[in-house]
């Protein structure tokens, strides 16, 4: 009789954002008359800048004529793509990256649950606390936690490391020595961001403790200020020790076209054998390319015309943020987040839990937001708003709270 | 320190596919003024089909305004595209599945190798002989194969089911009870296909040793005969043991715009637990759904116009199979497959070995095809030609080979 994988039924009830449809399911069936507005979950809403409309329109072209039809793709993506993001992500910011370290992805959400697939069952993994649900769960799935205790929230084999208001909502070094640690900066759910000072020092950890990081960098468009690094390897030392995750949902709306890219430097080994070798392998047997139509799409993000046009969103959605940010403040809430990301984050305020003031804003404002408590155990009493609506939306919103 | 996977180290040398690139471009560079003939790899050639071309365009268009943008789709995929592959895949031929038993996919490859997620790693898969290298390669990363024997090419924990003239190219029910058999009807790379009665025996032989099996469908739309089920649910009993992958790439042409399925059906259950909720985690955490504009291309492939054009496009294919089928026995060779499949499957003459008659092909008729002995060993002795090139490079392939 075939069994099966037993570490599936260890994960803790259904996902943070179902729970969230259903309330707000339930609260819009009760009260249809009331119009809700939703900050909640990290979707964009502005529409494909015209640009990559135009490329998606001429690949697709390309691909109704047998000169110029295109089948497979070369498994680590096409050398257009990769040869623009060497030159616009990392040549430009004074890093060397090569071509062909490039894997080009469906997106970070597959590459950031699917890496643990190259590691050993036996490594510890150390995460942001609170942090994105599925570094954590995908590690879960492969066995890599331990047992799940439902009262504290937390895995037996995880290394949390808090981001609270103490910590300035950065983590500190664990005092656990970690094998894997994922970092995510600008930081999903919290807004925060560390310089590159205090990136460097994760990766000189690293390198002492024989850990790598896995790094997220899926928001590092929205990064306003100087000496916040927009790669890790900016840092020294980091193409011996890191992993980086790139996304192009948040830096040019593609969260329905999907895109992505993970880089793994060649000179990235364990005792010997290199990373990029056994993701290349992983790539050519469980994944086959993405669909050329939107490799062309990606291609003409880092067009002048394209880098101009999304950078307009980003600044659409920057101002959504500002505009949150100061109608809490306004509103005498304690408020981070939401100026090198898109996310702020918010303190409960009256000593609310997340859920309760979950209920108090759908109930009282007819705004839904996301709990911080579904990011992780130090994420109670924290709340998050994004940045993704409507400008007229977001204005609305703050005007209801500042109601309260 | 961290540790990687060792499991990959375990896996044999480079892909089949990389080595017979490596060759073609020697022999190339070597002869730069021969003309090759390349009917090796299973890429389609023809580009798609004008009413997916259409359905491209519009969907482009609609993620270029504010009020038809798409952000995140369904986690199991849209429901117009899920609606019409139960109306045609399945009603049509008297099979019952329901909309929320598809699961929406970037295609059958990574379906194929990520479905090992949600069984333990203590079970005994059960393949044929020769088989799509992803099944093997895909459970041997998870540490699901025991060791690899260069000799024999065959890992110690793997049931090989040969499929040879001697069978009839088609497996027999194996000595040893395996706990998931993966099945691909009709068959990569043999071209073979068995029929109802056949399949129905395969069904009730899981069901009584409590398997699972993995059914690949993935060309279901070349069946030309009678008799041959189109998917394995058409068989009794199979919702309780069996899951079935379909794919876009062969029926459609969409191997460069990348789109597939997997039906779990709600009643499959292992001591109670559905692996229809597995895979739904599975999906739900480590994938974020295919292209609005791609499953707007797939719904395009069930209108009227698109199954009559993409028709058009396997006829030609098949078209082509009769070609190699015909060229290939009046030059004396025995030939079997390119009936219900774009795959034609042949002895190599002269107790050649498959690699040396590859050798013997590009050399002295210029034309590339594929070892059988890369698809494992009892493929050795045997050669795949397949029916994707032009109809003009095809035809002047079966002259040069006549000619030898």
Chains 1, 2 share one sequence.
């Not at 659409?316 to 996310?343: C, D, F, Q, T």
């Amino acid at each position: 009789m075939y069994k099966i994988n037993e570490n599936y039924l260890k994960l803790p009830g259904s996902y943070l954002f179902s729970m969230i449809g259903k309330k707000v399911n339930e609260y819009s069936k009760a009260h249809p008359e009331q119009e809700i507005i939703r900050l909640g979950i990290g979707d964009v809403t502005q529409p494909l800048a015209p640009v990559v409309i135009e490329a998606l329109h001429k690949a697709v072209d390309e691909m109704g004529k047998v000169e110029t039809f295109h089948g497979y793709a070369p498994e680590l993506g096409y050398e257009f793509l990769r040869q623009a993001i060497v030159e616009n992500d990392y040549k430009k910011r004074g890093v060397n990256i090569e071509v062909n370290e490039i894997f080009v992805s469906d997106g970070a959400k597959s590459d950031s649950g699917n890496i643990g697939d190259i590691f050993d069952i036996d490594n510890k993994i150390a995460v942001c606390d609170p942090v994105y649900p599925v570094y954590v769960d995908s590690n879960a799935m492969s066995g890599r936690t331990g047992s799940y205790d439902s009262e504290t929230e937390k895995w037996s084999e995880v290394i949390y490391m808090p981001c609270t208001e103490e910590t300035g909502f950065a983590p500190e070094l664990p005092k656990e020595e970690p094998d894997i640690i994922y970092l995510c900066f600008p930081n999903n759910p919290t807004g925060s961001t560390i310089n590159k000072t205090e990136l460097q020092k994760w990766v000189d950890y690293a390198l002492k403790v024989g850990a790598v990081i896995i790094y997220d960098a899926a928001y590092e468009a929205y990064i306003s200020e100087e000496d916040i690094p927009h790669s890790i390897f900016e840092c020294e030392g980091a193409k011996a020790c890191a992993i980086e995750l790139r996304s192009f949902s948040k830096n040019a709306g593609f969260t329905g076209t999907r895109l992505g890219f993970t880089v793994i430097p060649k000179e990235l080994k364990c005792n010997g054998v290199s990373l990029h070798s056994l993701w290349a392998r992983r790539h050519g047997t469980k994944f086959n390319g993405v669909p050329y139509i939107v490799q062309r799409a990606g291609e003409a993000v880092y067009s002048e015309e394209g880098k101009k046009q999304t950078k307009e969103q980003i600044a659409y959605y920057m101002n959504n943020a500002k505009v949150i940010r100061e109608g809490l403040k306004k509103a005498g809430y304690s408020v981070s987040g939401g100026i090198n990301a898109p996310y702020i984050w918010l303190k409960t305020p009256n000593n609310m839990t997340s859920w309760q003031f979950f209920d108090y804003l759908l109930e009282n404002a007819n705004v839904v937001g996301t709990p911080g408590s579904g990011f992780g155990p130090s994420g109670e009493g924290y709340f998050r708003l994004t940045s993704f609506g409507s400008y007229e939306n977001t204005v609305k919103a703050m005007e209801r709270i500042q109601k309260l």
